[in-house]
Each structure stands twice: as C-alpha cells, then as structure tokens.
C-alpha cells in the first residue's frame, strides 16, 4: 500500500539486545501515533494489519511483536525470561524509539487484554510520554479471573450445558494448579460466552469472527511490508505451539497481577473499551476500576456483541476512539 504522505514500513527495533519485529503504518505522518499493544501474552497482531487499514486514515499505527510473540519469535527463540517487567522495559524502549524515529513528545498508548497489563504499568513509569492511555479486554487482576468463570457457568447452565457446567465446577481460582486447568478455564469461558441465545441461532460475535478469519486466510498483497519476510508466522499472525509456550512461562506472574497495587492515581487521560459479552475480562470489574482511579480524564464504554477480543469489532472500537480522543483537544 502507497502512503504518499505517510509510512509503511516493517522493521526490526533493538529491544534489551534483542531484535523485535515492529511495523509503522498511517496514511499522514501528522496524525497522532498509537502504539497497540497485543495480548496473549504471545498473540502477535502485526500480521492483521489489513483488518485496520481504517485506523490508519485517522493514526500512525504501531504494532509490535513482543518477545515470545509473532516473527520475534521465530527469529529469535528462546530470547530469555519473560516476566512483565521485561515487557514493560522493552516497551518503554520501543517508545523512546518512535519519540525519536517519528519526531514526536508523546503517543497514545492501547492495549488489549493481556496488553492492557503491561499498558497500564507504562503509563505509570513514564506518563510524560503518553498522550492517553486506552484499555480494551482490560485486565484487573484475579477477582477479574473469579468473576469471569461465575458468569460462564451461569451461561452453562441456562443452556443446559452439563459438560461445561461440570469442568467450569471442578476448577479453583487462580493460581491455577496446573496450566491444563488454565486452558480449560480460557476455553471454556471463551466458548460458553460467545453461546449467548440468538434469534438466529448465530451471534454478531460468531459472524464477525467467521469474516475476520476468512480475510485473515487471504494471500497478503505485495509488497507486505507488515510482515518480517524470512521470519513469516501463520497467516493469522498466531502460532499455536509459540504461543501456548509464551501463556505457560508467563502464566504465574501474570495470573497472580493487581492493577489495584499500582495505585488509583494516573496522570495521563484512561479510557477502557469492554465488550459486553466479555467473560474473562468482566465488564463489572473494568467499569469498577475506572470509576474508582483519578484521572486527567476518564471514561468507559461497552461495546455491544463483543466478546473478549474486541478487535473483531474494530470499526465500533476505532468510533470509540476517536469519539473519546477528540475530547482531549
């Protein structure tokens, strides 16, 4: 794609020593930047580039393969310990970089469940580089994890799910007491959400995600500058063995996570996207969190037939954002 007044370009950033795949894509170079954090950890984004071509009208757009994740991975695996503080550091880097590469005091900060972690820990160490601060699937900590398997097995069981019903009953709390109790747990929550009655027998949820995969499934148009030639993943961007890897390495520290213990003080504007129907990151506790923080300026906002990854709903995600950011001036 041409970008006249703007950029496209795929690179690989020095992060702690090692080389992360990094894209840079916007139509005008005087939109602001937008850094989008993915989650997982381990679920790489940069891939699904195409899916927000729109976003790309309105912001300089930045994806990043962190480490465990995407053509980072495949390009050097094994890169060491992946702890949140690492991902937070490399993620403080890469800023410092765009700041100097795209000749800019601060950028916009989003991310997406497992990412919004490591977000709201950046935005915390270094506010002065952030414009704001958006949260979408945005974790809270284990109360989150609690909350969220009630509610599935509420759902089992007004769809009569025995099965479900008996596998989301014999799991404990986090921590979990072994990373098979932590997949079923994901797997369950995921599905039995996603099953909410329909007239039609198919959720907006399930259509959109049919689409999304199918578009995914497309032979990207040349040149891709989006992908990491030679270190290419699945045309998805995810790698299944890559990223149940990155999720067991991480999963003590990150299921064990607060967001309370970073404080309820944050010096830059926060504003949380939930999909309504999202289980494993509950609306109750996100609409919790941000109505007790202080804030520059603060809102939240559901986002209706979403589930946990509200990125199948990006065109009512990007109208949120920028509904929300023009507040800002």
């Given at each position: 794609m041409e970008f006249p007044a703007g950029i496209d370009d795929g690179e690989w950033v020095n992060l702690s020593g090692i080389p992360n795949w990094v894209t840079i894509r916007g139509h005008d170079l005087r939109n602001p930047v937008l850094l989008f954090l993915h989650g997982g950890p381990g679920a790489a984004m940069s891939r699904q580039a195409p899916i927000l071509?729109?976003?790309?009208?309105?912001?300089?757009?930045?994806?990043?393969?962190?480490l465990g994740a995407g053509s980072t991975a495949v390009k050097t695996p094994g890169a060491g310990p992946l702890t949140l503080n690492r991902f937070v550091a490399d993620g403080l880097s890469l800023v410092a970089y765009l700041r100097?590469?795209?000749q800019v005091d601060r950028i916009l900060l989003l991310g997406i469940s497992a990412g919004s972690m490591i977000g709201v820990e950046m935005i915390q160490r270094h506010p002065d580089w952030f414009t704001a601060y958006i949260g979408t699937a945005q974790a809270v900590g284990r109360r989150g994890a609690a909350v969220g398997t009630?509610?599935?097995?509420?759902?089992?069981?007004?769809?009569?799910?025995?099965?479900?019903?008996?596998?989301?009953?014999?799991?404990?709390p986090p921590p979990f007491r072994s990373f098979t109790d932590f997949l079923t747990r994901q797997r369950l929550v995921h599905s039995v959400a996603m099953r909410h009655l329909s007239p039609t027998g198919v959720t907006e949820e399930q259509r959109r995600t049919a689409e999304f995969e199918a578009r995914m499934a497309q032979k990207p148009a040349m040149p891709a500058h989006y992908i990491a030639h030679g270190y290419e993943t699945a045309p998805s961007g995810i790698d299944i063995e890559t990223t149940l890897a990155t999720l067991k390495a991480t999963l003590e520290e990150f299921?064990?996570?607060e967001i309370r213990d970073l404080g309820r003080t944050f010096a830059v504007p926060v504003f949380v996207f939930q999909g309504e129907n999202d289980f494993n990151t509950p609306v109750s506790c996100a609409r919790e969190w941000v109505g007790e923080i202080r804030a520059p300026a603060k809102a939240f906002a559901l986002i209706p037939d979403s589930g946990h990854n509200t990125l199948i709903f990006h065109p009512e995600l990007l109208a949120l954002l920028r509904q929300h950011l023009s507040t800002l001036g």
């Amino acid at each position: 794609m041409e970008f006249p007044a703007g950029i496209d370009d795929g690179e690989w950033v020095n992060l702690s020593g090692i080389p992360n795949w990094v894209t840079i894509r916007g139509h005008d170079l005087r939109n602001p930047v937008l850094l989008f954090l993915h989650g997982g950890p381990g679920a790489a984004m940069s891939r699904q580039a195409p899916i927000l071509s729109d976003w790309e009208h309105h912001f300089t757009l930045v994806q990043w393969d962190q480490l465990g994740a995407g053509s980072t991975a495949v390009k050097t695996p094994g890169a060491g310990p992946l702890t949140l503080n690492r991902f937070v550091a490399d993620g403080l880097s890469l800023v410092a970089y765009l700041r100097d590469r795209l000749q800019v005091d601060r950028i916009l900060l989003l991310g997406i469940s497992a990412g919004s972690m490591i977000g709201v820990e950046m935005i915390q160490r270094h506010p002065d580089w952030f414009t704001a601060y958006i949260g979408t699937a945005q974790a809270v900590g284990r109360r989150g994890a609690a909350v969220g398997t009630a509610l599935a097995l509420e759902r089992a069981r007004s769809l009569g799910d025995a099965a479900a019903i008996a596998a989301l009953e014999a799991l404990e709390p986090p921590p979990f007491r072994s990373f098979t109790d932590f997949l079923t747990r994901q797997r369950l929550v995921h599905s039995v959400a996603m099953r909410h009655l329909s007239p039609t027998g198919v959720t907006e949820e399930q259509r959109r995600t049919a689409e999304f995969e199918a578009r995914m499934a497309q032979k990207p148009a040349m040149p891709a500058h989006y992908i990491a030639h030679g270190y290419e993943t699945a045309p998805s961007g995810i790698d299944i063995e890559t990223t149940l890897a990155t999720l067991k390495a991480t999963l003590e520290e990150f299921w064990a996570w607060e967001i309370r213990d970073l404080g309820r003080t944050f010096a830059v504007p926060v504003f949380v996207f939930q999909g309504e129907n999202d289980f494993n990151t509950p609306v109750s506790c996100a609409r919790e969190w941000v109505g007790e923080i202080r804030a520059p300026a603060k809102a939240f906002a559901l986002i209706p037939d979403s589930g946990h990854n509200t990125l199948i709903f990006h065109p009512e995600l990007l109208a949120l954002l920028r509904q929300h950011l023009s507040t800002l001036g």
